[in-house]
């Protein structure tokens, strides 16, 4: 029995201590992120002056690590304990982000510099969202992990919000470059949340490998995407939305700054109440999923609200940013009650011992697909004006759900609920024998 478990059931953020202080410190570093996510383009537009295409780079730079090291960090995590992964990996953060309004202290802050934080916090970010995600169906019961991904994802947009709305009032009271201090600080909160856990996984024996192990491990990762076609779409459909969603994020403060007029501090609260679809998505996808199922509602989420996105291009000052907000809202709702249903699924359907894999194979085309999508989002700005861009990018975020319109989901009422257990051996050759 998992700690914090026990015959009288209730909610998981009273009962379960370890639950409690993994959540605290996600929600807090998520906090952090979506701080960084508005601070890092105002530093590089209001102190560095950068360009639109700079901009864009800048977001890419924080997600290319997934493209470099995604898989073999997959491989490399189910060889060994995750939760001393996951706090090495928020100590570097909190390090990596004290630097940046040190360096502007010392006068040695560049775009340059910048990049380079954004890209060693990222490779942090793959470390740590690889461990994590096979660490948290460790301490949970199979029964609970419904309910811990919900507040998982439901905290988390909540924390992005609260951390989106700061982060424009921030750098409007105390400039866009202290805000990395409040970044900062919740990576010392996720880090000493994380020390606190009771749970100690078993160490695993080291054994030896032979030459290319781990190449092999990375390619068992990558056939069994390829070869299930649940999780193969699933895969296609994430990578070919978050480059329509970067896209358009990458680009979205200059859009909202330099095109529709706005200051800092409102850009913040706008970004911020659109996020607030991510909350009533965390919180409506377990019911909308029990009523029509698990496959149907994955459709709801992730093609019906998608349609909404091509409202934000139509933003203009005054009360047009409300055409923002309510594109952003159904964005948000979608994109959050989608991921709370595909969490499931995957822990649900994925052998434990394959997890880290799935997780770093998926996460290579999916989080892969985001700095190709910044650079998209960045170079269509440049090129051909950034509201032009915005429609662009926007409308790739319902075409993209048509994937999973003509895949075995839009032909089903509900996701497989039992666990794939043949070996990748036998399901490869499987899916190569003639029907």
């Given at each position: ?119 060693l916090t990222g490779t942090s970010a793959v470390f740590f969202q690889t461990a994590y995600t ?302």
């Open positions: 029995m998992k700690p914090g478990t026990g015959a009288i059931r209730g909610g998981l953020l009273r009962r379960h201590h370890d639950f409690r202080l993994l959540w605290l410190g996600e929600t807090a570093g998520k906090f952090g992120t979506s701080v960084t996510g508005v601070a890092m383009p105002l530093i590089a537009i209001s102190t560095l002056d950068a360009d639109t295409f700079e901009v864009g780079l800048l977001t890419a730079a924080t997600w290319a690590p997934w493209l470099v090291i995604g898989l073999p960090v997959g491989a490399w995590v189910d060889r060994t304990r995750h939760r001393p992964i996951m706090l090495a990996a928020a100590a570097v953060s909190l390090v990596l982000f004290t630097a940046v309004p040190l360096a502007a202290w010392a006068g040695l802050l560049s775009v340059g510099l910048l990049m380079g934080v954004a890209l096979a660490y948290l169906p460790t301490i949970l019961d199979p029964d609970d992990r419904p309910e811990g991904n919900a507040k998982l994802h439901g905290s988390a947009s909540a924390a992005q919000i609260a951390g989106l709305g700061s982060g424009g009032l921030i750098a409007q009271l105390a400039g866009a470059v202290n805000g990395m201090f409040a970044n900062a600080a919740t990576f010392l909160v996720s880090l000493l949340c994380l020390s606190r856990i009771r749970h100690r996984e078993p160490r695993v024996p080291r054994a030896a490998r032979p030459r290319g192990a781990l190449a092999s491990e990375v390619g068992e990762g990558l056939r069994l995407v390829a070869g299930d076609p649940w999780l193969r779409t699933l895969t296609v459909f994430g990578a070919a939305s978050n480059l329509a969603l970067m896209g358009y994020q990458s680009i979205l403060v200059v859009f909202l700054v330099r095109t529709v007029g706005l200051d800092p501090g409102p850009v913040g609260g706008l970004v911020a109440a659109a996020g607030t679809g991510g909350v009533a998505g965390a919180f409506l996808a377990r019911r909308v999923a029990a009523r029509v199922g698990t496959a149907r509602a994955t459709l709801v989420f992730e093609l019906g609200l998608a349609v909404f996105a091509l409202l934000i291009p139509l933003t203009v000052g005054g009360a047009g940013v409300l055409f923002y907000v309510a594109g952003g809202f159904c964005v948000a709702a979608g994109v959050v009650a989608g991921n709370v249903i595909k969490a499931g699924f995957q822990q649900r359907y994925c052998p434990p011992e394959l997890l880290g894999r799935l997780t770093a194979s998926t996460a290579f085309l999916n989080y892969g697909a985001i700095p190709l999508g910044a650079l998209l989002g960045g170079t269509l700005g440049t090129v051909l004006g950034i509201r032009t861009a915005m429609w662009i990018t926007t409308a790739g975020v319902p075409l993209a759900a048509l994937i999973l319109l003509f895949s075995p989901i839009g032909r089903t009422r509900n996701l497989p609920t039992s666990q794939l257990r043949q070996p990748l051996s036998a399901r490869a050759d499987a899916v190569r024998a003639p029907h």
